[in-house]
């Protein structure tokens, strides 16, 4: 049996946000010392920020919060492809993956990803992936970085997209250490009744 591979960038009061919005904060509201019994840590963040779900409500206002999302949809077998050095991806880059019976794609974009610097430049997603990857089958994709739209897009047509053809969203996986393969996948959010998104501690294991 093969061992589970953390896929998640760690929260620290160093993870980068997206410019403008919550920082990550983790601070003790009481300490042993002040309870006489226990430490009680509290933490502020954007749940955009860190290895994350998108819940549709992010970007439509009818659509479905993090709560209401099954949680099947993040719980299973999953690809990883190397598309490195790519700046758009969408059907044409993608056809070249054998990706019949998948049903979850990761994307690793990037050789190297920083935790604690938010990225000037992001490969964007196509408005035709939603289209392509229902085709396949495909009901979850994942990013290694924070958005699969352009940082400064406020349209959000690959969101848009990939909504429109039933499929979700993950981004901020950090797969660099990750050989391209077959994995399992646990990826789920948090039970945040009204949410636009959830961190996730992400994990896949080979197979
Ligand atoms: N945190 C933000 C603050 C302001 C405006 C956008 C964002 C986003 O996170 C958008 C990104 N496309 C996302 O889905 O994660
Ligand atoms: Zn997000
Ligand atoms: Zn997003």
């Not at 760690?10 to 226990?38: H, L």
């Not at 035709?128 to 970085?145: P, R």
């Not at 053809?165 to 996948?185: A, K, M, R, S, W």
Request: glycine residues 8%.
């Amino acid at each position: 049996m093969t061992k589970w591979i953390d896929i998640t960038q760690a929260f620290s009061n160093k993870i980068s946000t997206w410019p403008g919005d919550t920082p990550f904060q983790f601070e003790f509201a009481y300490t042993k010392e002040q309870t006489g019994s226990v430490n009680m840590g509290r933490f502020t963040t954007s749940v955009h920020t860190g290895t994350h779900a998108d819940a549709p409500f992010h970007f439509d206002n009818n659509a479905p919060t993090i709560e209401q999302l099954d949680v099947n949809i993040y719980i299973g077998r999953a690809k990883v492809v190397d598309v490195i050095g790519l700046e758009s991806i969408g059907r044409e880059e993608l056809q070249v993956f054998d990706l019949d019976g998948v049903e979850r794609l990761l994307l690793k974009t990037a050789k190297t990803v920083s935790v604690e610097r938010f990225p000037t430049q992001i490969p964007v997603l196509k408005e035709n992936i939603g289209e392509f990857l229902q085709e396949k089958g495909i009901f979850l994709v994942g990013v290694d970085h924070p958005s699969v739209d352009a940082l400064d897009d406020k349209q959000l047509p690959a969101h848009h997209a990939l909504y429109r053809h039933g499929v979700h969203i993950l981004e901020n996986l950090f797969l660099q250490d990750v050989t391209p393969g077959d994995y399992e996948l646990i990826a789920l959010p948090l039970k945040i009744q009204g949410a636009d998104g959830s961190p996730v501690r992400a994990v896949i294991r080979s197979i």
